[in-house]
């Protein structure tokens, strides 16, 4: 089976992001604070986060932007699909780890924006192209 330009850039992004959280863990572990590194762990973890859902809202304002303007190359883009994987892996690992340990004051609410605009990006990148072509 051949994959297609968009799923092998997928796959890449999802490559990439493993690495990033491979290299937070390794930062965050090599502390030697009396968090045991818990607290890098959990700023990298929300700087990601912001960076994510920042880009990842300018990505989709654009987008609208060149879907008006008939522009459609961009959905084929490496970073527009790196942004989306990055805010659809952010809210699918928020809900599963606060589903395994639920912490103390509910957070989950704060990643459901990361879900939305994952998914409206994932959607746009998959779906809409073959939607819109007929």
């Known amino acids: 089976m051949i994959l297609g330009r968009k799923y092998k850039k997928l796959l890449l992004s999802l490559f990439i992001i493993a690495m990033w959280l491979g290299l937070i863990l390794i930062i965050s572990s090599n502390n030697t604070s009396k968090s045991g590194g818990s607290f890098n762990l959990f700023v990298w973890f929300i700087l990601t986060r912001y960076v994510a ?34 805010n659809s892996f952010l809210g699918i690992f928020a809900v599963i780890y606060f589903n395994i340990k639920p912490p103390e004051t509910p957070a989950i609410h704060d990643f459901i924006p990361n879900i939305l605009v994952g998914v409206l990006i994932m959607i746009d990148i998959f779906f809409l192209d073959r939607a819109l072509k007929g």
């Open 53 to 86: 859902l920042i880009t990842g809202c300018i990505g989709i304002i654009l987008a609208i932007i060149l879907r008006i303007t008939k522009n459609l190359k961009y959905t084929s883009g490496f970073i527009y699909i790196l942004i989306g994987a990055l």
